[in-house]
């Protein structure tokens, strides 16, 4: 496969990766260009961004939790009708799951899609040095070819010019595309968990247009597309993954009906999972605990994703008719997965500044909001017990990000997780399990681990 194809990566956190590639996104759309975007690292956030400015679902690209195979399988086939594909970073380039290792990195992900990386750098305070720092990060790896760079954050049209020379006066770096003037793109508005979502940010759509319009002056879009027409062809994907979106003349009869809480409280959902999740057999149904008052009819199992209950915990508290309809469900016997959110949803209550909202109270504990954040980083699970997503023994793969926390453990409950946090050396017990509900605060990668997805489907189908 022909697939012209740029990574978006930078010098360190702040530099603006999120706005500039939304922004470049939007202006080679406007081009009549089809872009696939791509997120690299566990973000639900960011990739909203990029989303909204292709007008494509996008997806994440994560070394550590997926794995090399699934990265080429799930980019390949996501790329099948695009023209370009457009890899926004994690943090900085060579950031990620180690700190002797390309492991978890935007750079591994640049490396095994044999990607050229254009380089994002901040001008604050640089003249000369911007061109040393751009030196270092193009020498540190010789798997990684930069090969372009950008300046942000310019005190003026001078400065710019200025780092244009340190660029050119220098052997052997790579090409510069331009300098944004600091305060020129618009910043997107941030919270606890980082960026706050498109489909909250009322602004976003205006904010990523008025980006485009300021890139189209301050940076050749035109040596852009000239890069990323330098990769290689890349391999066709696999047909064995769950990728592909279900047909619509697919009989729905025969589906497993999953209803799926998606609204400003619950948002946190990989699009390969749900995609999978369909071509598993089941067919998902969006409802909203914050405004709706029952389940979708005829709902065979429930999956709560993360988000922000904590922001919206007095209307939660507030909807009885959909926490009766939950209670209902579980009583008789539904199946009911949680991830984070889904878990302190699950909770009696949630304990935030402005007082104690009761929840469904299912999981007998409650949850509360803190200041400190409790967690942040990779996880691996192991199984030690049957669950809804496998048997035990099984190994899986995700990440934590969280400022909330159990207050005590739930009583008459048991734990399914033996979870590794890289940064701790003893294993902890989590996923708390009763009957047919599984919740936990990690976010698991499923469709990169074939067996627990379909594990969970065929949970989902016993009544």
């Not at 942040?376 to 809804?388: F, N, P, S």
């Not at 969280?402 to 008459?412: A, E, F, T």
């Amino acid at each position: 496969m022909k697939i012209p194809r740029v990574v978006i990566a930078a010098t360190h956190s702040g530099t603006g990766k999120t706005s500039f590639t939304s922004a470049l996104v939007a202006a080679l759309k406007n081009r009549g260009l089809r872009i696939q975007t791509f997120k690299v690292g566990p973000d639900f956030l960011d990739p909203t961004y990029l989303s909204l400015a292709s007008g494509r679902p996008c997806f994440n690209l994560d070394g550590w939790m997926a794995g090399r195979d699934y990265v080429h399988h799930l980019f390949s086939d996501a790329c099948r009708d695009a023209d370009l594909a457009v890899v926004e970073g994690v943090m900085g380039l060579f950031d990620g799951a180690s700190g002797s290792s390309l492991e978890g990195s935007t750079a591994e992900i640049a490396a095994w899609l044999d990607a050229p990386v254009i380089l994002l750098a901040s001008a604050k305070g640089a003249g000369r040095s911007f061109a040393a720092t751009v030196h270092g990060f193009t020498k540190f790896c010789p798997q990684i070819h930069v090969a372009g760079t950008v300046a942000n954050f310019c005190g003026s049209e001078k400065h710019a010019t200025l780092l244009a020379e340190s660029i050119l006066s220098a052997p052997a770096l790579p090409e510069f595309l331009g300098g944004i003037l600091s305060g020129s793109l618009l910043p997107l508005p941030s919270r606890h968990l980082g960026l706050v979502s498109a489909n909250e940010n009322q602004n976003a759509a205006a904010s990523i247009d008025a980006n485009a319009s300021t890139l189209h002056s301050a940076v050749s879009l035109d040596a852009i597309l000239r890069i990323a027409h330098t990769a290689s062809d890349f391999p066709p994907s696999s047909p064995e993954l769950f990728l592909a979106p279900p047909t619509t003349d697919s009989p729905q009869k025969n589906k497993t009906r999953v209803a799926l809480a998606c609204d400003e409280a619950f948002s946190f959902y990989y699009p390969d999972t749900l995609r999978a999740l369909e071509n598993a057999g089941c067919e998902l149904l969006r409802f909203s605990p914050l405004h709706d008052s029952c389940l979708p009819e005829n709902t065979a199992a429930i999956f709560l994703g993360g988000g922000y209950p904590e922001a919206h915990a007095k209307t939660l508290s507030a909807n009885i008719p959909m926490a009766n309809a939950i209670r209902s469900f579980a009583k008789n016997g539904g199946s009911i997965y949680a991830e984070c959110g889904g878990l302190m949803f699950l909770s009696e209550g949630i304990e935030t500044r402005d007082g104690f909202f009761p929840m469904l109270g299912l999981l007998p504990a409650k949850t509360e909001i803190t200041e400190k954040r409790q967690a942040l980083g990779y996880a691996e699970v192991t199984l030690t017990r049957d669950c809804l997503i496998g048997k035990a023994g099984s190994v899986l793969r995700g990440h934590e990000f969280h400022y909330s926390r159990l207050l005590s453990q739930p009583v008459g409950w048991q734990t399914a997780y033996e979870i590794h946090y890289r940064k701790s050396a003893a294993p902890s017990p989590e996923g708390f399990t009763r009957g047919n509900i599984l919740a936990s605060y990690a976010h698991l990668h499923l469709p990169s681990n074939p067996s627990a997805l379909q594990h969970l489907v065929r949970s989902f189908q016993k009544l």
